[in-house]
């Protein structure tokens, strides 16, 4: 057995900054993600006068129920969805200032336009400077009265979270009607999360109402990425007699895309989730199937990159959000896959890849994180395979060619790699 200590979950952290900020007093993190995207939301937080300690396992945050400290800030998200869209949010809710937030070309490009058009309903004064509905945009901060209002999250659960979190900083709540929701369990992360910062939101079917008052600071353990777990997981159903245990991450874990395991148990894997890890061990056979993936779309390149070695077509439904992703995430598993020799088509919300031999190839990785780690999981039986931009797994997992070397080296020889341990990978 192998036991990989996952880092941080990136939607836990960035969550979690957020809500210390607004807090009264002041939040210790444990454990928090230390990676592109959350170091980018750390670094405007600061922009915008927050007080941000930052240790290698513990950062500490001072709240301020008031909003930003600066007067006025340019903040530079980066490639960070999370942070182009809850800093923002918390920027509105300010009592005054003004704040200019951007981010990268790839940021730029994907879209805002249901969450602003939300904030201006509730009369934040917010304008973009270039395309409606993406960055570049300025804040002029007045705080946010509240109030009744509709949501479309068919295209990001990321619009619904930013709103439930400014919700306790209005001034008279918000009461939130969803027409349509996707990656639905994000959405109770956000939940769980806010009640440890001392909100209780009360929920009726599709309708959120968030009380006003503020938060509480906390002392706040940050769980394991299971996101990030899933291509550890993959990487043992994958390869027979192989076993990985990831603790803190069981029965009781906050993240939907824990899930991603009940797939591979369909397929065939011999899958164990416990109160406090959960265990994925390979039995040599990895059958094909139909699975709706709509709420843990995240994993779905995950399944891409194993779905070749299975005995049947392996067909992902549900999955149109994830065109608006870091890239178009199924055509870049689809071209991908191209590329290995397997074949593979597309939908409007689906891919369909049929069993193959993959070869070796340069994947064209678009710069996004998760092609990279998926198709290194289709390396283990693929030797040769490579990435025209490997470094792009800074963005949630900057040891992740370290520690999944390691791991293969372990499997390989019977023994660990120099320099990294079963047991110690990915451990901060």
Known sequence: MTVIEIPGSKSVTARALFLAAAADGTTTLRRPLASDDTEGFAEGLLALGYRVEREPAVW???????GPAAPEADVHCRDGATTARFL??????????TYRFDASAQMRRRPLGPLTAALRALGADL??????????????????????????????????TALLMLGPLTRKGLRITVTDLVSAPYVEIT??????????????????????????????????????????FAAAALTPGREVTVPGLGAGALQGDLRFVEVLGRMGADVRVG???????????????????????????TLAGIAPYAEGPVRIDGVANTRVKECDRLEACAENLARLGVEAST?????????????????????????????????????GITFDDPGCVRKTFPGFHRE?????????????????????????
């Open 60 to 66: 500490r945050v001072e709240g301020r129920p008031e």
């Open 88 to 97: 923002p949010t918390l920027a509105a809710a300010g009592s005054r200032g």
């Open 127 to 160: 304008r973009h400077q270039g395309a409606e509905g993406h960055h570049p945009l300025t804040v002029a901060a007045r705080g946010v009265e509240g109030g009744a209002l509709t949501l479309d999250a068919g295209e990001s659960s990321q619009y619904l």
């Open 191 to 232: 939940l769980a999360m806010m009640r440890s910062f001392g909100v209780e939101v009360q929920r009726e079917g599709n309708v959120f109402a968030v009380p006003p008052g503020g938060y509480r600071a906390a002392d706040y353990a940050v769980e394991p990425d299971a996101s990030t777990a899933s291509y550890f």
């Open 275 to 301: 109160a406090d890890a959960t265990t994925v061990r390979g039995t040599g056979r990895l059958h094909g199937l139909t699975v709706a993936m709509r709420d843990i779309s995240d994993t779905m390149p």
């Open 347 to 383: 939908g409007p919300a689906h891919i369909a890849i049929r069993p193959g031999t993959p070869r070796a190839a340069e994947i064209a990785t678009r710069s996004d994180h998760r092609i990279v780690m998926s198709f290194a999981v289709t390396g283990l039986r693929t030797p």
């Open 404 to 428: 999944f070397a390691a791991l293969r080296a372990a499997w390989e020889t019977g023994r660990p790699a120099p320099g990294a341990l079963p047991g110690t990978a990915g451990a901060r």
